[in-house]
């Protein structure tokens, strides 16, 4: 496949000034939808108190908006074909903006969840379709910089999310973090409609695929409800996980051969043919296992043994933006000059360092013993994220673009998912274990016991004058798992971390990953061809 198969049909026609105008345009959409998925999480006990509704049911806000997303991703490179790209654009961007205002003035749990379905169906396709678009408009020779740009916006909102969103839930009310999305939504999609323009190369689908789309939104579905809900339910102990998964494998498998046999599917796994694009697709789903289950985890160490608050967690976070931000504006110049597999080498050494770190986790731990790894840990993300994505649609035809950023941020999705099922099933089983460990040194006739008991018993006289002092002797006891608790967390923490540090560790060093994508087309020279050219303009 020669250079010219791959640079934009339309670099000529773009002045720098309106390519920079449609990138701020799609990363503005894009940014929303990232930041609005994280900033929930946070919202979610005040949601709880103002719908007067359980933690169970109130789970269903996120799992709601990751399914609707795992549903239509898959869909994105087939609807913006049929729809074109700057209709089905707009499209979503309304559709995610009207549903964020009905979200923040909804008057139940049910209509919050329905239009959390809304949310991600118009919110899903944007991510790929903004990543197709700036490898598309940009030269070969800055396409590092605008998938720099790219994954800054991926990266960053996740992170700060947390932060925003604990601010606003603080000091205003859970409904704002829906109702800001609404002047970013109205400036985007203005911007969107008077910069942006439809792929003169893409060719409109003359037909449906009826079964294909049913077989995806039943297997993509059934597959995020499975990841969602499995630790709460007891994974496999459970009916409904076991039925869930099933459906999921026999749905995604009649998908896979029915889009193979198919003449126009919806998704056209063919592009998995190409070696860069194969091997850098599992690539990043092994990323977005590892960034996706520690940032999980640094959140949840900070707000469940440290005791910190919403704010407080989120600036944990907050260094790793900072160090991303960092990377990203010395690796965006580095893809078109330096070899990106070193790059990429580099940044996943750099994240095992990191990750390293994170192992030796107390409860005595200070801010800087988690901001520092964090930091680390962002500013290898910085070169991770450009080369990779470079690498992996460097072979990757014009025509075939978004049905490729489609298939990319599947399995980036599905890695993600994968990697907060496992951090929170490990979390639950080993804090379990450490708990047992420490019930079984808690010895009644122990004389430090015996005194920590009298203490709290003592402790407890303030309850009413009819408690029997049986009863307060029974509630001192009770007291005694808090501490223990805190013990068992703190060691499930340090338990899960190691393995799965280590695991990192291994895939940046493994030969595989040196050995990953080849170079961009740019770096490929045919010498004969060269050679002849050389003699040819010798001769007289």
């Not at 949310?119 to 720099?148: D, H, K, N, S, Y």
């Not at 959140?299 to 990203?328: E, F, R």
């Not at 800087?368 to 680390?376: E, G, I, K, Q, Y």
């Not at 998912?417 to 006739?445: C, E, M, N, P």
């Given at each position: 496949?020669?250079?010219?198969?791959?640079?934009?049909v339309?670099?000529?026609?773009?002045?720098?000034?309106?390519?920079?105008?449609?990138?701020?345009?799609?990363?503005?959409v894009?940014?929303?939808?990232?930041?609005d998925?994280?900033?929930?999480?946070?919202?979610?006990?005040?949601?709880?108190?103002?719908?007067?509704a359980g933690?169970?049911?109130?789970?269903?806000?996120?799992?709601?908006?990751?399914?609707?997303n795992?549903?239509?991703?898959p869909?994105?490179?087939?609807?913006?074909?049929?729809?074109?790209?700057?209709?089905?654009?707009l499209?979503?961007?309304?559709?995610?903006?009207?549903s964020?205002?009905?979200?923040?003035?909804?008057?139940?749990?049910?209509?919050l969840?329905?239009?959390?379905?809304?949310?991600?169906?118009?919110?899903?396709?944007?991510?790929?379709?903004?990543?197709?678009?700036?490898?598309?408009?940009?030269?070969?020779?800055?396409?590092?910089?605008?998938?720099?740009?790219?994954?800054?916006?991926?990266?960053?909102?996740?992170?700060?999310?947390?932060?925003?969103?604990?601010?606003?839930?603080?000091?205003?009310?859970?409904?704002?973090?829906?109702?800001?999305?609404?002047?970013?939504?109205?400036?985007?999609?203005?911007?969107?409609?008077?910069f942006?323009?439809?792929?003169?190369?893409?060719?409109?689908?003359?037909?449906?695929?009826i079964?294909?789309?049913?077989l995806?939104?039943?297997?993509?579905?059934?597959?995020?409800?499975?990841?969602?809900?499995?630790?709460?339910?007891?994974?496999?102990?459970?009916?409904?996980?076991?039925?869930?998964?099933?459906?999921?494998?026999?749905?995604?498998?009649?998908?896979?051969?029915?889009?193979?046999?198919?003449?126009?599917?919806?998704?056209?796994?063919?592009?998995?043919?190409d070696?860069?694009?194969?091997?850098?697709?599992?690539?990043?789903?092994?990323v977005?296992?590892?960034?996706?289950?520690?940032?999980?985890?640094?959140?949840?160490?900070?707000?469940?043994?440290?005791?910190?608050?919403?704010?407080?967690?989120?600036?944990?976070?907050?260094?790793?933006?900072?160090?991303?931000?960092?990377?990203?504006?010395?690796?965006?110049?580095?893809?078109?000059?330096?070899?990106?597999r070193?790059m990429?080498?580099?940044?996943?050494?750099?994240?095992?360092?990191?990750?390293?770190?994170?192992?030796?986790?107390?409860?005595?731990?200070?801010y800087?013993?988690?901001?520092?790894?964090?930091?680390?840990?962002?500013?290898?993300?910085?070169?991770?994220?450009?080369?990779?994505?470079?690498?992996?649609?460097?072979?990757?035809?014009?025509e075939?673009l978004?049905?490729?950023?489609?298939?990319?941020?599947?399995?980036?999705?599905?890695?993600?998912?994968?990697?907060?099922?496992?951090?929170?099933?490990?979390?639950?089983?080993?804090?379990?274990?450490?708990?047992?460990?420490?019930?079984?040194?808690?010895?009644?006739?122990?004389?430090d016991t015996?005194?920590?008991?009298?203490?709290?018993?003592?402790?407890?006289a303030?309850?009413?004058?009819?408690?029997?002092?049986?009863?307060?002797?029974?509630?001192?006891?009770?007291?005694?798992?808090?501490?223990?608790?805190?013990?068992?967390?703190?060691?499930?923490?340090?338990?899960?971390a190691?393995?799965r540090?280590r695991?990192?560790?291994?895939?940046?060093?493994?030969?595989?990953?040196?050995?990953?994508?080849?170079?961009?087309?740019?770096?490929?020279?045919?010498?004969?061809?060269?050679?002849?050219e050389?003699?040819?303009g010798?001769?007289?």
């Amino acid at each position: 496949m020669g250079v010219s198969s791959v640079e934009p049909v339309t670099e000529g026609q773009i002045s720098p000034a309106r390519r920079w105008a449609i990138t701020f345009s799609v990363m503005m959409v894009t940014v929303m939808q990232v930041l609005d998925s994280s900033v929930t999480n946070v919202a979610l006990p005040h949601m709880q108190g103002s719908m007067s509704a359980g933690i169970e049911e109130m789970s269903w806000v996120i799992t709601s908006f990751l399914a609707a997303n795992a549903i239509i991703i898959p869909a994105t490179g087939w609807l913006s074909a049929r729809f074109g790209r700057r209709r089905f654009f707009l499209i979503c961007t309304v559709l995610f903006t009207v549903s964020s205002f009905l979200s923040g003035i909804a008057p139940s749990l049910e209509f919050l969840v329905a239009m959390r379905i809304l949310q991600g169906l118009g919110g899903g396709p944007v991510i790929p379709m903004a990543q197709a678009i700036m490898w598309e408009i940009f030269p070969l020779r800055q396409r590092g910089t605008a998938m720099a740009v790219w994954g800054g916006g991926i990266m960053l909102a996740p992170i700060l999310g947390p932060t925003v969103g604990g601010w606003i839930c603080d000091n205003w009310s859970w409904r704002w973090i829906f109702y800001i999305n609404l002047p970013i939504g109205l400036g985007g999609f203005l911007m969107v409609s008077v910069f942006l323009f439809d792929a003169p190369f893409v060719k409109k689908p003359r037909g449906i695929d009826i079964v294909g789309l049913v077989l995806m939104v039943l297997g993509f579905g059934f597959l995020q409800l499975c990841l969602d809900l499995g630790e709460k339910n007891d994974w496999f102990d459970s009916g409904l996980i076991i039925a869930l998964l099933m459906l999921a494998i026999c749905a995604i498998v009649a998908f896979v051969i029915r889009e193979l046999l198919a003449r126009e599917p919806i998704l056209d796994l063919s592009v998995f043919n190409d070696r860069n694009f194969a091997v850098g697709t599992m690539c990043i789903a092994l990323v977005a296992l590892g960034f996706n289950s520690s940032v999980l985890l640094v959140a949840l160490y900070a707000q469940k043994i440290l005791a910190w608050d919403a704010w407080n967690a989120g600036l944990v976070l907050a260094p790793g933006g900072l160090g991303t931000m960092i990377s990203l504006m010395i690796s965006g110049r580095l893809v078109a000059r330096a070899d990106q597999r070193l790059m990429l080498i580099g940044g996943c050494l750099l994240n095992a360092v990191a990750s390293t770190m994170m192992t030796s986790v107390t409860v005595g731990m200070d801010y800087w013993s988690l901001a520092w790894p964090r930091f680390l840990q962002g500013f290898a993300m910085g070169f991770i994220f450009p080369p990779l994505q470079t690498l992996t649609l460097a072979t990757i035809r014009l025509e075939r673009l978004g049905n490729a950023t489609a298939a990319y941020n599947v399995v980036r999705n599905i890695g993600g998912s994968i990697g907060v099922a496992l951090a929170t099933t490990l979390l639950v089983r080993r804090s379990q274990a450490h708990q047992t460990t420490l019930v079984s040194h808690l010895d009644i006739w122990d004389a430090d016991t015996t005194a920590k008991l009298k203490q709290w018993t003592a402790h407890c006289a303030a309850d009413p004058p009819h408690a029997s002092r049986a009863d307060r002797a029974e509630r001192a006891r009770a007291r005694a798992p808090r501490p223990r608790r805190s013990l068992a967390r703190s060691g499930r923490f340090a338990d899960h971390a190691r393995p799965r540090y280590r695991l990192i560790t291994l895939v940046a060093s493994s030969p595989r990953a040196r050995e990953t994508p080849r170079r961009s087309p740019r770096r490929r020279r045919r010498p004969r061809a060269a050679a002849r050219e050389r003699d040819r303009g010798r001769r007289p």
